[in-house]
Each structure stands twice: as structure tokens, then as C-alpha cells.
């Protein structure tokens, strides 16, 4: 199973040039630095208290960006709020990007490739390798907004995402962004995934997705670009 920042990451590809979509540019690493949290708070490894984020279980995941995350907080001299740790993971995100699509090479999903710029500089790209993981995530989605299946907390987490790092038209058509958008506010507000931490989760989610949108709008819209 995919992490949900590993999910946010595909979608924010283009899945033909391998780099990040345009919209997404300046706010995919916030997303990322917040879906992190978000996942680690699904696993009770993190939680809030007095709004600040704080340990619950200190074992590690088994993916190495979340565990480098979680170890982040755990050395932290002093608890943070959700904002502050996305604005400061922020400036580590460009790393663990890279080591997320590496992972998603690994598994198969993406290829790496090596691109020349002006015959001088190269860049590597991530165009996909194996679709289905994907159109398995957009089916999830879909599903979610205008099917029968009700979201869990992770993909009620991914909807919220999606919408804070302006990927509505990379994961819905024209006809479908509209009643999207509405009905990702409704969801989120609402919180009828239900789980075991909700109250936690819920706190998490409303926290993340504010973070990220403060963080990407102060950006001025720089902190991305195209690349991957």
C-alpha cells in the first residue's frame, strides 16, 4: 500500500514528462510535508495536544520518509504546531521527494530517466512505469466524491490535499470539478470517515490543510516549478 504522501506525489505527476504539474508548483512540498503528518497520525505515531503535534509512539514506520519525519518531531526541543513543522519540513521536502520517487521506482511504478537541458544540464524525470497504481488511486477517489463508497481517513485526507495543492483539474475533468470542490469541503467539515484517533485525525486534518495554504500563498507562488 502506498503512503499518502507517495499518493499525493503520483498525482501531482505528469504521468508522459515525468515532472510536476504546473498548478502544483508551488505548494506540492507543504502537501507532502503535511501528508506525511497526516499519515503518521493515522499510525498513532503522532497526535495534538493544545494544537501543538507530539509523540504518541515513537517505532518506526518502515518508510523511510515518514520515519525521517517522525524522528524530526521526536528530536524537536520543543512541540510545534502543525504550520510550523510544514513550513520548516518544507526546506527538507526537496530530499525526501527524491526519495519517495526512488522508492516508487523501486516498486515499479515510476521509470527514472535522465533529461538534458540545452545539451549541458540534466534533470531526471519520472515518467510512469506501471498505471495501475494510479488509476487505482483515481478510482478511490472518484469513488469517494461521486460513487457510494465512503472515504476512510486517509483518502478523506487526499481529497483535502488535492484541493490545497490546486490538483482539482489533474484529477477531475471540467464537467466534475465543480461538484469536487464542493464536495471535498464537504467531506472535510463533516469528518464522517470515522477511525479510532478521529478526534485526533479531524484535529490533524483541519490543521494541515490550513498550514499548507498559508505556507503556499506567503511562497508568492515560487517553490516547485516543473521539475520533479
Known amino acids: 500500500m502506498l503512503t499518502i504522501p507517495e499518493e ?44 501543538k503535534v507530539v509523540v504518541i509512539d515513537e517505532t518506526p514506520t518502515g ?15 520543543k512541540p510545534k504546531s502543525v504550520k510550523r513543522w510544514v513550513q520548516s519540513m518544507n526546506y527538507r521536502m526537496g530530499q525526501w521527494r527524491k526519495d519517495m520517487l526512488r522508492d516508487l ?24 512505469e506501471r498505471d495501475v497504481p494510479e488509476q487505482q488511486i483515481r478510482q478511490r477517489v472518484h469513488a469517494s466524491i461521486f460513487g457510494d463508497q465512503k472515504p476512510d481517513a486517509r ?23 465543480k461538484e469536487a470542490k464542493k464536495r471535498i469541503d464537504q467531506i472535510s467539515k463533516n469528518n464522517d470517515y470515522g477511525d479510532a484517533v478521529k478526534v485526533s485525525i479531524d484535529a490533524m486534518q483541519t490543521a494541515v490543510i490550513a498550514a499548507c495554504a498559508a505556507a503556499a500563498a506567503s511562497s508568492g507562488g515560487n517553490g516547485g516549478g516543473g521539475g520533479a
Not at 549541458?120 to 519520472?126: A, D, G, K, M, P
Open 105 to 128: 521506482v523501486d516498486k515499479g511504478v515510476l521509470e527514472e530517466k535522465e533529461q538534458k537541458i540545452l545539451w549541458v544540464f540534466s534533470r531526471n524525470t519520472y515518467p510512469t
Open 155 to 177: 483518502t478523506a485526507m487526499l481529497l483535502s490535499l488535492i484541493k490545497a495543492c490546486n490538483l482539482i483539474n489533474e484529477v477531475f475533468s471540467t464537467r466534475e470539478k
Open 8 to 51: 499525493l506525489l503520483l498525482l501531482a505527476l505528469n504521468d508522459d514528462k515525468g515532472t510536476v504539474v504546473f498548478s502544483a508548483g508551488s505548494s506540492l512540498n507543504y502537501g507532502l510535508a503535511g501528508a506525511a503528518l497526516a499519515e503518521l497520525t493515522i499510525e498513532e505515531r503522532i497526535g495534538l495536544e493544545d494544537k
Open 63 to 77: 518508510n523511510k520518509v515518514n520515519d525521517a519525519v517522525l524522528q524530526q518531531v521526536i528530536e524537536a526541543r
